[in-house]
């Protein structure tokens, strides 16, 4: 999926609303407009607003919400514990994006999904995968995996940069990927993440041929080939970005 800012026009988000709904069906679930929807690190709400404007009750939750409101809620944490502000059974659908590589307490933002889904509800997880090439958010080769301060040294020294880091010196670059890799970013192996999602969910299905299918990116191209070939769109998946549906 192409990135785009969290600030933007909320109908840039409208393609990913497409997305959900084309992968949900494939697993026999049709997003309606009688169902209540969770964006599960919401950021600044961009993809609330466009679930909203397409006339869907969407809400949305974060550790750091700037306009908190009715349909934009803080996630109370404590103890490296997160608690949805929502009651039990709310939801038919919780997705998150770029979401959960942030987690620390995986567990725990499971049992809370779970908690806050009706009994028959689902919910869709898009993730940056450990063994990217190039990580997303330092833009460093495979710092999902290799972490250690001599590699981030080294990019740096050769000119890496994310686009907040422009114009810094190297030394400084690489302290911060260090700092910003060891306490915001959990990377987990893909068996990792499935074995604990399936400790909160009856069914938890690897969707990666499903997003490509639904794709509105270049990824969308492979979808025919992935149809006739399951490996390719487990490859995409391992080394691009990770979709998982989970059910209760």
């Given at each position: ?138 833009f460093v080769p495979l710092a ?53 999602m399936r400790r909160h969910f ?7 041929r499903q997003m490509i299918a ?35």
């Open positions: 999926m192409p990135k785009v800012s969290e600030d933007a026009d909320p109908l840039v988000f409208v393609p990913d609303v497409r997305l959900h709904q084309g992968i949900l069906s494939e697993f026999g679930r049709h997003l309606t407009a009688d169902w209540t929807i969770l964006d599960f690190g919401c950021g600044h709400g961009g993809m609330v607003q466009a679930y909203r404007l397409l006339g869907l009750q969407a809400f949305g939750a974060d550790v750091k919400v700037e306009r908190p409101g009715e349909w934009l809620r803080p996630i109370r944490t404590a103890a490296g514990t997160y608690t949805l502000p929502f009651d039990d059974g709310t939801f038919d659908f919780v997705y998150s994006n770029s979401v959960l590589e942030h987690v620390e307490d995986l567990d725990g933002a499971m049992a809370e999904i779970e908690r806050v889904l009706k009994p028959d509800g689902t919910s869709l997880h898009f993730f940056p995968p450990r063994g990217r090439p190039i990580e997303p958010h330092v999902g995996m290799l972490r250690a301060r001599p590699w981030l040294y080294l990019w740096a020294f050769v000119g890496v940069r994310n686009p907040f880091q422009k114009g810094l010196g190297f030394a400084r670059v690489a302290r911060s990927n260090h700092a910003y890799l060891h306490s915001q970013t959990f990377y987990r192996s893909t068996r990792d993440f499935t074995s604990r009856r069914t938890v299905v690897l969707a990666d639904h794709s509105y990116g270049r990824a969308r191209r492979l979808a025919g080939p992935a149809r006739l070939l399951p490996p390719l769109a487990a490859a995409y998946g391992a080394l691009h970005q990770r979709c998982v549906f989970c059910a209760k």
